[in-house]
């Protein structure tokens, strides 16, 4: 793998900077028609309602992924659940009324039915190259109603990440061994929380309800927002930097409950302003002096304040709405001087002076939510049915490839999937429903929904629903 300076970790979720962006030199442009297979593969890793959907993150040569598992108990038989959860299409014709009920019931019975089940905490810790297993750390937790999720976030020889029962973890990114572990404010039931810490000037950060911040060092609590306590945060924390130094002095910005945006100073925890952004479960970022907000509803949509470096204790004004698209929980992605945007099947290029719209196009996708996308280089990748590559670069939409991951592993676009299997002279001679059923048993699981990628060093970690893959996408000399 390339040993250019250009290839920048991806340390924590969203990148080095959590804007969705990395650094790269040259990556491959289209795939070969046999398809692209993976360098390695990490498998038996569970994902989704049975292990969550964290994302992996890469640092100094080595992969970090999370996931929160349950296994049955010997002896214990379980029948199907009377109260699953409704999906939002599910629930046409209740009232909110009902469905609060509703909710009431599923939750005491998830939690009856959850004592059938062992829950336990996973950490492993990979080689980047070879996919060998450095550590894989397992620890007996509990059950939460939804499973944990949150991205592992590695900063200064340690790996920081929120755990089941609103518990802070800090381990040794070599070892493994858990340096400390600090129990959250608030009190805990069955709750869950996505958030992935942010650390900056040995302040580590989340929401777990309020956004509270923790001596990285040994975890003490140092201060805590000023948000309900009993609030589900999933949003991730993002730090404003004043100036060009690393301080205390700097800013933490989080969106947290009833669309609303907070900035803390982090030296002391002092709340500077609260927004009514409209943001919804996505991450803010910080960009060109701008901050952006993404909310679940057209009306708020896309959303950039002008911030002042000069004045952060003055509540930011709208610089500009794009209400093209919106998501319950993606977060964009910025490329230069522009920001992708995803949600309800559109996908946008904005400009980050103005708003206004470069290209936007409709994706002939299943309805996407949650996932977030990511730029390497030049190039913008979304992973949700297979992994959809565009010109970042480019004034108009071109799409580069639309990959599907057969049963071999492999990256491969459809057409040429179709010709691997000559699905045309099967359709001819047995019809199109042979033909379906060799095209279902040559695909495999896709990327886990609501997970994003991580790219560095020329390669791309995938996160399935039962395994972690690793693509090389360093291009050779003279492809491009």
């Known amino acids: 793998?390339?040993?250019s300076p250009l290839w920048a970790d991806w340390p924590q979720w969203r990148g080095a900077n959590r804007d969705g962006y990395a650094?790269?030199?040259?990556?491959?442009?289209?795939?070969p028609a046999a398809g692209l297979p993976p360098v390695w593969e990490f498998a038996d890793f569970e994902g989704g309602n049975s292990g969550g959907w964290s994302s992996p993150v890469i640092a100094d040569g080595k992969v970090y992924v999370y996931a929160h598992t349950k296994s049955k108990k010997e002896g214990d038989a379980l029948g199907p659940a009377q109260y699953p959860w409704l999906s939002p299409e599910k629930r046409t014709g209740m009232t909110d009324a009902e469905y609060e009920a509703y909710e009431v019931r599923r939750r005491d019975e998830n939690e009856a039915r959850a004592k059938a089940f062992s829950f336990e905490q996973r950490v492993v810790c990979l080689d980047l190259k070879s996919g060998n297993t450095i550590w894989d750390k397992r620890t007996p937790v509990v059950y939460?109603?939804?499973v944990q999720s949150g991205t592992p976030c590695v900063a200064d020889g340690k790996l920081f990440v929120l755990g089941p029962e609103r518990t802070a973890y800090c381990y040794d990114a070599e070892t493994g061994d858990v340096i400390w572990t600090a129990r959250l404010p608030g009190e805990f039931r069955d709750e869950f929380f996505a958030s992935s810490f942010v650390v900056h000037a040995d302040v580590a950060m989340v929401a777990c309800g309020a956004l509270v911040a923790l001596d990285a060092a040994d975890g003490r609590l140092l201060w805590q927002g000023q948000s309900p306590l009993d609030y589900s945060s999933h949003s991730s924390p993002v730090v404003w930097k004043l100036g060009d130094q690393q301080t205390r002095a700097d800013v933490v910005i989080a969106n947290t409950q009833g669309g609303r945006t907070e900035a803390y100073r982090i030296a002391d925890g002092t709340l500077l302003w609260d927004l009514q952004s409209?943001?919804?479960q996505s991450t803010p970022i910080v960009t060109h002096g701008l901050l952006l907000t993404y909310g679940s509803s057209r009306k708020n949509g896309l959303s950039a304040y002008r911030l002042d470096a000069a004045t952060p204790d003055v509540t930011p004004e709208l610089a500009w709405r794009f209400r093209g698209a919106a998501d319950s929980g993606s977060t964009p992605a910025v490329y230069r001087d522009s920001v992708f945007?995803?949600?309800e099947k559109?996908?946008?290029k904005v400009r980050l002076e103005d708003g206004d719209t470069v290209w936007q196009t409709t994706l002939s996708i299943s309805n996407p939510r949650y996932t977030s996308l990511l730029v390497a280089g030049d190039l913008l990748y979304f992973a949700w049915d297979g992994v959809l590559c565009v010109d970042a670069a480019s004034d108009r939409f071109r799409l580069l490839f639309d990959a599907e991951?057969?049963?071999e592993g492999r990256l491969i676009k459809s057409d040429d999937l179709r010709n691997k299997l000559n699905l045309d002279a099967i359709e001819a001679d047995a019809g199109g429903g042979e033909a379906e059923k060799v095209w279902q048993k040559a695909l495999t699981f896709g990327p886990l929904a609501c997970s994003t990628p991580?790219?560095?060093?020329g390669v791309m970690l995938v996160r399935r629903r039962d395994s972690l893959v690793c693509y090389r996408l360093e291009a050779d000399d003279g492809t491009r």
């Open 341 to 343: 945007v995803q949600g």
């Open 144 to 146: 939460t109603r939804f």
């Open 346 to 348: 559109r996908l946008a």
């Open 1 to 3: 793998m390339g040993e």
């Open 454 to 457: 991580a790219i560095s060093d």
């Open 23 to 31: 650094e790269s030199s040259k990556l491959i442009r289209d795939l």
């Open 278 to 280: 409209g943001a919804g």
């Open 405 to 407: 991951i057969d049963s």
